[in-house]
């Protein structure tokens, strides 16, 4: 019940901190008059009053996740749930991740800022497979049905996670471990922080050097630069690191720029969201270029896209018309729901704070096939839990 408790706090300070980016992202734009993250010094053409409203529905999203967590986490369902057989679960993640590893340097297989992958059929029958089990979420989940104590499984999975990341040229896994120990660990790192007050006082002012080489160490992985990229700290922070945490900016742009991303909202079929979510299932048909993120920037580089935010796709979908925008607040909403239902029938304390977990990353994008990918990756882990379990009754048998 305690670790429950201090899950919950964690969870709630992750919402407080992402109301922080979100919040900084708004001042930025309102004292500098230029905007962050994506838009990095691109002109704010917007009156306070309307960059106040889009710091409101920047945070509304955000709030709506919370209030589903909270819901779910106060709901007792009647029905059997699945358990889980811990030992079958860490011999798979450390196969997976070590697999995903594998086909990303042999193949660039999700590699960030570089063209789909080439590979024999053979192979490419494999990986496909492979693809369905997403490493992220598999790693996160053995994080979290792992007993507190167990560190050898924690560094582990953290440390082929990481390898993983710097592998696909993503900085994305610092973020995962950094949410991961707030909602598991919150309780420890608070005791860390104290403990260590006057040192990490003492080392707060390096962080920035870190930040700056660790964007160019990304660029360098990418082959998007020489790595020598420099910022002035506020510049560096607040608009560069923080700017990429928050959709602030990427929200703000559609109603800065509404006649042009009015205009273009014409030439996207109603359905467009639904259709970019079933890329997840075929990607043959349905095609990565005939969605929103590809036009969010003029001339925009071929293989990159851009987050419009959950609240900015749902304004494209207005500016499409209202079935579309209710079409897809509907599919986001229920998605949402599936997630923490899903979630909720498999048995460990923290399946509540895994699915809030799964969706920050949704949420924060607003990308259809992101949304899509969290209910699809957890129905295959449900169904592949109850294989496991199977298995291994007949083990006993």
């Not at 993640?93 to 193949?107: E, G, N, R």
């Not at 490493?135 to 167990?150: A, E, N, Q």
């Not at 018309?321 to 304390?349: D, Y």
Request: aromatic share 20%; charged share 15%.
């Amino acid at each position: 019940m305690k670790e429950e408790i201090d899950a919950y706090k964690g969870c709630k300070l992750i919402l407080f901190i992402n109301i922080f980016y979100i919040t900084i992202s708004y001042l930025y734009a309102l004292i500098r008059k230029e905007y962050n993250g994506d838009f990095l010094d691109i002109p704010v053409n917007l009156n306070p009053f309307f960059l106040s409203f889009v710091w409101i529905i920047s945070i509304i999203p955000f709030l709506g996740l919370w209030l589903l967590y909270k819901k779910y986490k106060k709901k007792h369902i009647p029905y059997k749930k699945v358990y889980i057989s811990i030992g079958f679960v860490k011999m798979f993640v450390f196969i997976l991740l070590i697999s995903h590893i594998f086909v990303t340097l042999v193949f660039g297989v999700g590699k960030a800022g570089f063209s789909v992958y080439q590979a024999p059929s053979f192979i490419k029958f494999f990986i496909q497979i492979l693809l369905r089990f997403d490493s992220t979420m598999w790693g996160v989940f053995l994080i979290f049905i792992c007993s507190k104590k167990d560190y050898t499984t924690l560094l582990w999975t953290i440390l082929l996670l990481s390898i993983l990341g710097i592998t696909r040229a993503s900085m994305g896994f610092l973020f995962f471990t950094f949410w991961i120990t707030i909602i598991k660990y919150n309780k420890e790192l608070l005791h860390f922080l104290k403990k260590y007050f006057f040192i990490i006082c003492i080392i707060i002012p390096t962080f920035p050097f870190f930040v700056e080489f660790a964007y160019n160490q990304r660029d360098i992985l990418r082959k998007a630069g020489d790595g020598n990229i420099k910022y002035d700290k506020n510049t560096l922070l607040a608009g560069k690191l923080v700017g990429r945490l928050s959709s602030f900016s990427n929200t703000a742009i559609l109603i800065d720029k509404g006649i042009y991303y009015y205009i273009i909202a014409q030439d996207f079929d109603t359905f467009f969201y639904q259709k970019n979510m079933l890329i997840m299932i075929n990607g043959s048909v349905f095609s990565k270029k005939d969605v929103p993120e590809k036009v969010l920037i003029e001339n925009g580089p071929e293989n990159a896209s851009f987050m419009l935010g959950t609240s900015g796709i749902l304004i494209f979908s207005l500016y499409k018309s209202t079935t579309s925008f209710f079409i897809n607040l509907f599919s986001i909403i229920i998605i949402c729901i599936l997630v923490f239902k899903i979630l909720k029938t498999i048995n460990f304390s923290m399946n509540n704070e895994y699915a809030f977990f799964i969706l920050l990353g949704p949420v924060l994008s607003g990308v259809g096939l992101e949304y899509f990918a969290c209910l699809l990756n957890a129905i295959i882990l449900f169904i592949t839990l109850l294989f496991f379990r199977a298995f291994k009754k007949l083990q006993l048998n």
